[in-house]
């Protein structure tokens, strides 16, 4: 089965400065991975994906994540984190044709 | 554009009571799924649903639980008879056509809460 894995429970990090969100993999064939955001008492928002191509993956909100298929990693990024941006962060990849399987999340907290 | 809608936002019921969670998925989207959110256990898929047929329920828990799907635009989760451990979060996600490449997109979540 394919699993994601984020090391981090939390990120602090100081408005302004950037933004790193670790999250690693583990697939038997080409990975499909997501991201999604989920702020309080909503339901998780997409962010952006990898299928195939590029390896940097450009999404929503100024977020971006890129593909390292030799460090089996999928690391969201954001040049200049937002207070706005503080959330609860979930990578998932695809298991089978249609399951997705989320790792534990990682909290984002942003100070002013 | 509306997006997925759940009601009720919250429920507080006791224990033994039948409840019943309610999903109305993206207009032309074909899959459908079922999730719980808890701090313990993350979140859990327990239902798919593809053009409007259960794919896979091996997420879910119980015989106490069952979900429907009886046209397009309408999902319902019920949960008969409901336990304190049945408190959760449940989220209703959907996408269109493409399988699994394509986004799930969330409602907004049914908080549920079985005293």
């Known amino acids: 089965a394919q699993s994601v894995a984020q090391p981090e429970d939390q990120v602090n990090v100081a408005e302004g400065n950037p933004l790193t969100v670790k999250c690693t993999y583990s697939?038997?064939?080409?990975?499909?991975l997501f991201w999604y955001v989920q702020y309080p008492n909503r339901g998780l928002q997409f962010l952006l994906k990898?299928?195939?191509?590029?390896?940097l993956v450009k999404g929503s909100y100024g977020f971006e994540a890129e593909f390292n298929k030799s460090q089996t990693s999928f690391h969201l990024k954001k040049p200049s984190a937002l207070v706005s941006d503080s959330a609860l962060y979930f990578c998932a990849v695809r298991d089978d044709d249609y399951k997705l399987s989320f790792g534990a999340g990682t909290t984002v907290t942003v100070r002013a | 554009d509306a997006g997925v809608i759940q009601s009720p936002r919250h429920e507080v019921t006791e224990m033994g009571q039948e409840v019943t969670l309610r999903c109305k998925p993206i207009?032309?989207?074909?899959?459908l799924f079922w999730y719980r959110q808890t701090m313990m256990r993350g979140l859990e898929l327990l239902i798919y649903?593809?053009?409007?047929?259960?794919?896979?329920d091996s997420g879910m828990p119980e015989d106490r639980f069952s979900a429907k799907m009886p046209n397009a635009s309408f999902s319902t989760l019920k949960i008969q008879p409901s336990e304190p451990r049945d408190s959760a979060v449940y989220f209703c996600?959907?996408?269109?056509?493409?399988?699994?490449?394509?986004?799930?997109?969330f409602g907004d979540g049914t908080r549920l809460s079985i005293l």
């Open positions: 649903f593809n053009n409007n047929v259960p794919i896979d």
């Open positions: 697939v038997s064939g080409n990975p499909y």
């Open positions: 990898y299928i195939t191509g590029d390896n």
């Open positions: 207009s032309g989207h074909n899959s």
């Open positions: 996600a959907s996408s269109g056509t493409g399988g699994g490449n394509q986004p799930q997109h």
